[in-house]
Nanobody, 115 residues
Framework: QVHLVESGGGLVQPGGSLRLSCAAS????????MGWYRQAPGKQRELVAA???????NYADSVVGRFTISRDNVKNTVYLQMNSLKPEDAAVYYC?????????WGQGTQVTVSS
């Protein structure tokens, strides 16, 4: 079983920044693509950023140029650097495999963007 633990969320003003972390348990982390998903109240969960095992990245149009996904295979950790945050970025953020979601959804980490 793979366990994923998200952290780093919090309250930030519009235009501010946050750095999220996703720690993965177990071995073989480095062979999987990983992504960050988010879900706002009343909306579907959406994929906002993805990174392959080789380090190639893709972003949703809504976050391109503002968010950066990265990974550290030694630490079994995926990061999401979020800059120029907007109120519409507010959501619970989750990590999981891409394209296959191989782990159960965890608690996620809450991001609130408000003045």
């Amino acid at each position: 079983q793979v366990h994923l633990v998200e952290s780093g969320g919090g309250l930030v003003q519009p235009g501010g920044s946050l750095r999220l972390s996703c720690a993965a348990s177990g071995s073989m982390f480095s062979i999987y693509g990983m992504g960050w998903y988010r879900q706002a109240p009343g909306k579907q969960r959406e994929l906002v950023a993805a990174i392959t095992s080789g380090g190639s990245t893709n972003y949703a149009d809504s976050v391109v140029g503002r968010f950066t996904i990265s990974r550290d295979n030694v630490k079994n950790t995926v990061y999401l650097q979020m800059n120029s945050l907007k109120p519409e970025d507010a959501a619970v953020y989750y990590c999981n495999g891409v394209p296959g979601q191989f782990a159960s959804w965890g608690q996620g980490t809450q991001v609130t963007v408000s003045s």
